[in-house]
């Protein structure tokens, strides 16, 4: 065989598994994608168990002392939030009571499933997180994501041991908002963020006597009239308005939480009534 | 002829040719002649014809899109909305998206047909309208399941769209809930064919108040495109505008309409659009406009003339400035039935009721006693009525062969010029009228304005009153003129036919002893003052004139303005009221009227108002329908202006 061709033989190689990947059935092409997918989450499942055994090690290296204070602040912590969760309870139950009384149909109810993430997804300039819980969990595709912040996304993808999380900073994700204390609907789409900068939002369709700026700013919260997020959860501050130029609506910006940039552990709201998800990109019938 | 030769080196028999024929230049000659005519023809389509041809393709392969702008509001004279816009929530369907789904929905239907070895397989575009259906259904499906509704897909519409507006949206589903509108939002992907798609809707917040002077729209499938928008050559797609039918929507429609916005789409041959478009500008609202109506005083006249029961008209005008307050005609209709569209039960409904006329403008009524006010004015000054004129009534009075009767055919004794006003007695006023004479009565009628429109900005003004003479009696009827004529003029009835716009720039030009008054329905807080040559009446004539009228809303016709629901402390009111009769096939209907203005020592508002009676031969006084609308008005107008010094109290009597 002439040298030349034994030299081009890997490109050859390479050119024939693309042609080949190009002609295979689609079908074919989702499997090996999910196979792959599935083959490939050990590795990140372990890399992200990895890290916790390390800052489990670098907690070691810190004196007694330090544990000690530590360990009396997460005491007073933990004081407050269980007065919190009576107080929540207390409400609740006074909640349910008025949802009764006037006779007002109930929020779908939840189920929670605590999460860490494992990594931020890079393929999707870093909108997407992965968290350690998939369908082993009872994770459903659709379900509301939230963090200490308020709201952090919404499950797109589930896997058997991972999901994927679209985030409330990505501009694939729309949902419908209220401003705290109004009832109307706004529609709010995350901004072109780029990574490593404090996140930002779009607000649309937001009545003309509504006001807010970055020196008196208005929190922006789930409306539950959406469907699939409960309503209460906060999903930021709302630091713009200015008119639009069709004069109907005001358009804005949202400032999002920045812990969301640096968010280690969620908490997944799975539906109890599967049926209230709805999988994102299932428009097509 | 060639001659074959033998080929030395192969032996072969070849077939060769005798180079430099001279007659071979000929053909080079041809064939760089038709080269150059190439290459020239070249170098022109290409080099020269550039311009043109990138025009052409332009034109060929870019779409114009034109998206109306919403329309500006409307507000009262403080501020308030009295026409707005709502937004319009609705879920579209980009066609132009789905082209690969309508290619494979044709192949899955037309597989199965023939898997089915169906010898029925309809033709191709049927399949392909099949196809499209199908599509669209199922996205029409999967809102249903979000939404939990039933809608079904309109196949004709579908059809028609996809023939004419392929690159424009395709509305799936229109006007929808807040409740609605929400699920979609959160549950429609973002990237999805469907999308939400939000319009203006021309909304009253007030429904049907000041219907008539407001206007409505109605849809406008070819809207004024802006000249700046770029693309005029382009084949161009409007979306559906609106544009102002009747009112003050239809007169101030060029500074309403917004400023057009759009977009350009390259197009492939098949007419779908390719993302993103080329240019893109948004719409921006048309302008504002204050309007000098004032919403308190129109609720004011509106509920009460409600109350009444009977069609009418109400103006009230800001008398320095001309500036309409009031402008109300019942029965009205409500404004919002009008958007999206006029339903044919509406439109029925309003025609029943006689709704459509602006009564205010539109209607012509003879005035009947408040045009006793003018032949006052035309007697004083052409000197035959004085301040302390009187005439005995004796409840009748002879004009020619004829017998006119006073009010109620009652037997006053002595009356004096304020009593005659006060009292409204139409014996003084034949007799003064008489002897002042139509050409002095006409005259100052048209001095007055009173024989042609005010000028107002509504459109459709009414243009045919007039105020009758011996000269027009001849050209018109061909008949003479008689004393009975010149006494009808004098109280009103006859052919004297006005608006009720008429009358009240009438009053209000009394009120500033002035002659003419242009209304206006457009608020200027700087706008100054109005001026118009003098009454020129006598101070003495005047001040007569305005204690029979101060007494007419007392003690006379229109005393009911001094009940607890209409008066107002310090107020001191002008008015005169009036009882018109019209003969209708039906039989004789009257008409209620009543003018005036206050206060007496600074006039500031002057009203008309005329309410038609529905019963033929039913007394429908104008103290009785018409004086309470403007009580009403009166009174809203005094909470908003403020306190007024009540008239010193008598002296004692010794």
Not at chain 2, 497 to 515: D, G, K, V
Not at chain 2, 619 to 648: E, H, L, Q, S
Request: hydrophobic share 40%.
């Amino acid at each position: 065989m002439p040298r030349r061709f034994d030299q081009a033989r890997p490109f050859f190689t390479l050119g024939l598994v693309l042609l080949v990947w190009l002609i295979l059935p689609g079908v074919l092409k989702r499997f090996a994608r999910l196979s792959f997918y599935e083959l490939k989450a050990p590795v990140d499942l372990a890399a992200s168990y990895v890290g916790d055994l390390q800052d489990f090690w670098s907690q070691k290296t810190r004196t007694n002392n330090e544990l000690i204070v530590a360990a009396r602040d997460l005491a007073a912590v933990n004081a407050s939030y269980e007065f919190r969760m009576r107080d929540d309870a207390r409400l609740r139950t006074e909640i349910s009571r008025l949802e009764e009384l006037l006779r007002l149909p109930s929020y779908g109810e939840f189920r929670s499933e605590p999460a860490r993430v494992v990594r931020r997804d890079f393929n999707a300039w870093w909108q997407r997180i992965i968290v350690r819980k998939g369908s082993n969990h009872g994770i459903l595709v659709g379900s509301p994501v939230v963090y200490s912040g308020g709201l952090a996304g919404r499950v797109v993808e589930v896997h058997a041991t991972t999901s994927v999380v679209e985030l409330i900073s990505s501009p694939g994700l729309r949902l419908a908002a209220v401003f705290d204390g109004d009832d109307r609907p706004v529609s709010f789409q995350g901004g072109v963020n780029p990574p490593l900068r404090p996140a930002q939002g779009v607000l649309e369709f937001v009545p003309l006597d509504l006001f807010a700026t970055s020196a008196a700013p208005r929190s922006l919260v789930t409306s539950g009239l959406g469907g699939i997020f409960p309503p209460g959860l906060i999903v930021g501050q709302v630091v713009q308005l200015e008119p639009s130029t069709d004069g109907l609506f005001k358009t804005g910006r949202v400032l999002i939480d920045e812990r969301l940039g640096r968010i280690t552990e969620v908490t997944v709201l799975v539906p109890i009534d599967p049926s209230v998800v709805n999988a994102p990109g299932e428009a097509a019938p | 002829m060639p001659v074959p030769r033998t080929n030395e080196r192969s032996g072969t028999l070849i077939e060769s040719h005798r180079g430099y024929d001279p007659r071979l230049w000929v053909f080079y000659g041809f064939v760089i002649l038709l080269l150059g005519a190439l290459a020239s023809g070249l170098f022109y389509q290409q080099l020269l014809r550039t311009g043109i041809h990138l025009e052409r393709e332009t034109v060929q392969s870019q779409r114009r899109v034109v998206i109306p702008g919403p329309r500006g509001n409307l507000y009262d004279r403080d501020g308030r909305l009295l026409v707005g816009n709502r937004a319009r929530f609705a879920v579209t369907l980009h066609l132009d998206e789905l082209r690969t789904e309508f290619r494979h929905e044709f192949l899955r239907i037309r597989r199965n047909y023939r898997e089915a070895d169906d010898q029925n397989i309809p033709s191709a575009p049927e399949l392909e309208r099949i196809a499209r259906i199908s599509v669209v259904e199922g996205y029409l499906g999967r809102i249903n399941r979000i939404l939990g509704t039933q809608f079904q897909v309109n196949t004709e519409t579908l059809e028609r769209h996809y023939r004419q507006q392929r690159i424009l949206p395709y509305l799936l589903l229109d006007d929808l809930q807040p409740a609605h509108y929400a699920r979609l939002l959160e549950q429609l992907p973002v990237t999805s064919p469907l999308q939400l798609y939000t319009s203006s809707l021309r909304d009253y917040p007030h429904t049907s108040l000041a219907a008539h002077t407001l206007g409505y729209v109605a849809a406008d499938d070819d809207v004024e495109v802006d000249e700046t928008l770029p693309g005029s050559e382009l084949r161009t797609f409007k979306m559906r505008g609106t544009v102002g039918r009747q009112g003050l929507e239809a007169a101030l429609d060029p500074r309403l309409q917004g400023q057009s916005g759009g977009a350009i789409y390259r197009v492939n041959p098949a007419g779908y659009r390719l993302l993103p478009p080329l240019e893109q500008r948004r719409p921006v609202q048309g302008a504002d406009v204050v309007t000098s109506l004032d919403l308190d005083l129109q609720l004011a006249a509106e509920r009460t003339m409600t109350e009444m029961g009977l069609a009418g008209a109400a103006v009230a005008l800001d008398v320095a400035t001309g500036e309409v307050l009031v402008l109300a005609s019942k029965p009205d209709y409500d404004l919002n039935s009008f958007t999206p569209r006029l339903t044919t039960a509406v439109n029925a409904d309003i025609q029943a009721r006689g709704a459509w006329m602006n009564r205010a403008t539109q209607g012509l009524y003879p005035p009947g006693s408040t045009f006793k006010v003018l032949t006052s004015i035309a007697g004083l000054r052409s000197g035959h009525l004085h301040p302390d004129s009187s005439v005995e009534c004796t409840g009748t009075y002879p004009v020619g062969g004829r017998v006119f009767v006073c009010n109620n055919h009652r037997d006053r004794g002595t009356i004096t010029f304020p009593m005659a006003l006060e009292k409204s007695c139409n014996t003084f006023f034949y007799d003064f009228g008489l002897k002042t004479g139509i050409d002095s009565l006409a005259a100052e009628a048209r001095r007055f304005g009173l024989d042609r429109p005010t000028g107002i900005e509504l459109p459709y003004e009414a243009t045919r009153m007039f105020v009758p003479d011996p000269a027009w009696k001849l050209a018109r009827r061909n008949e003479s003129w008689f004393s009975g004529d010149t006494a009808n003029v004098s109280i009103g009835q006859g052919d004297l036919a006005l608006t009720p716009l008429q009358m009240a720039c009438f009053i209000a030009s009394f009120a500033r002893n002035e002659t003419l008054t242009h209304p206006t329905l457009l608020h200027d807080p700087d706008r100054p003052r109005q001026h118009s040559p003098a009454t020129d009446l006598p101070l003495a004539g005047r001040a007569a004139m305005l204690a029979g009228m101060e007494a007419v809303t007392t003690t006379g016709t229109g005393r009911i303005l001094q009940t607890d629901r209409f008066r107002v402390p310090g107020l001191r009111i002008a008015g005169k009221t009036g009882t018109a009769q019209k003969r209708t096939p039906a039989g004789t209907l009257n008409f209620a009227w009543f003018i005036g203005f206050a206060p007496i020592e600074n006039p500031r508002i002057a009203i008309a108002i005329m309410m038609e009676g529905d019963t033929p031969g039913e007394d429908t006084g104008g103290g009785r329908y018409a004086a309470p609308v403007a009580g009403a008005i009166f009174k809203a107008w005094a909470a908003k202006t403020g306190r007024f010094t009540p008239p010193p109290p008598a002296a004692p009597s010794p």
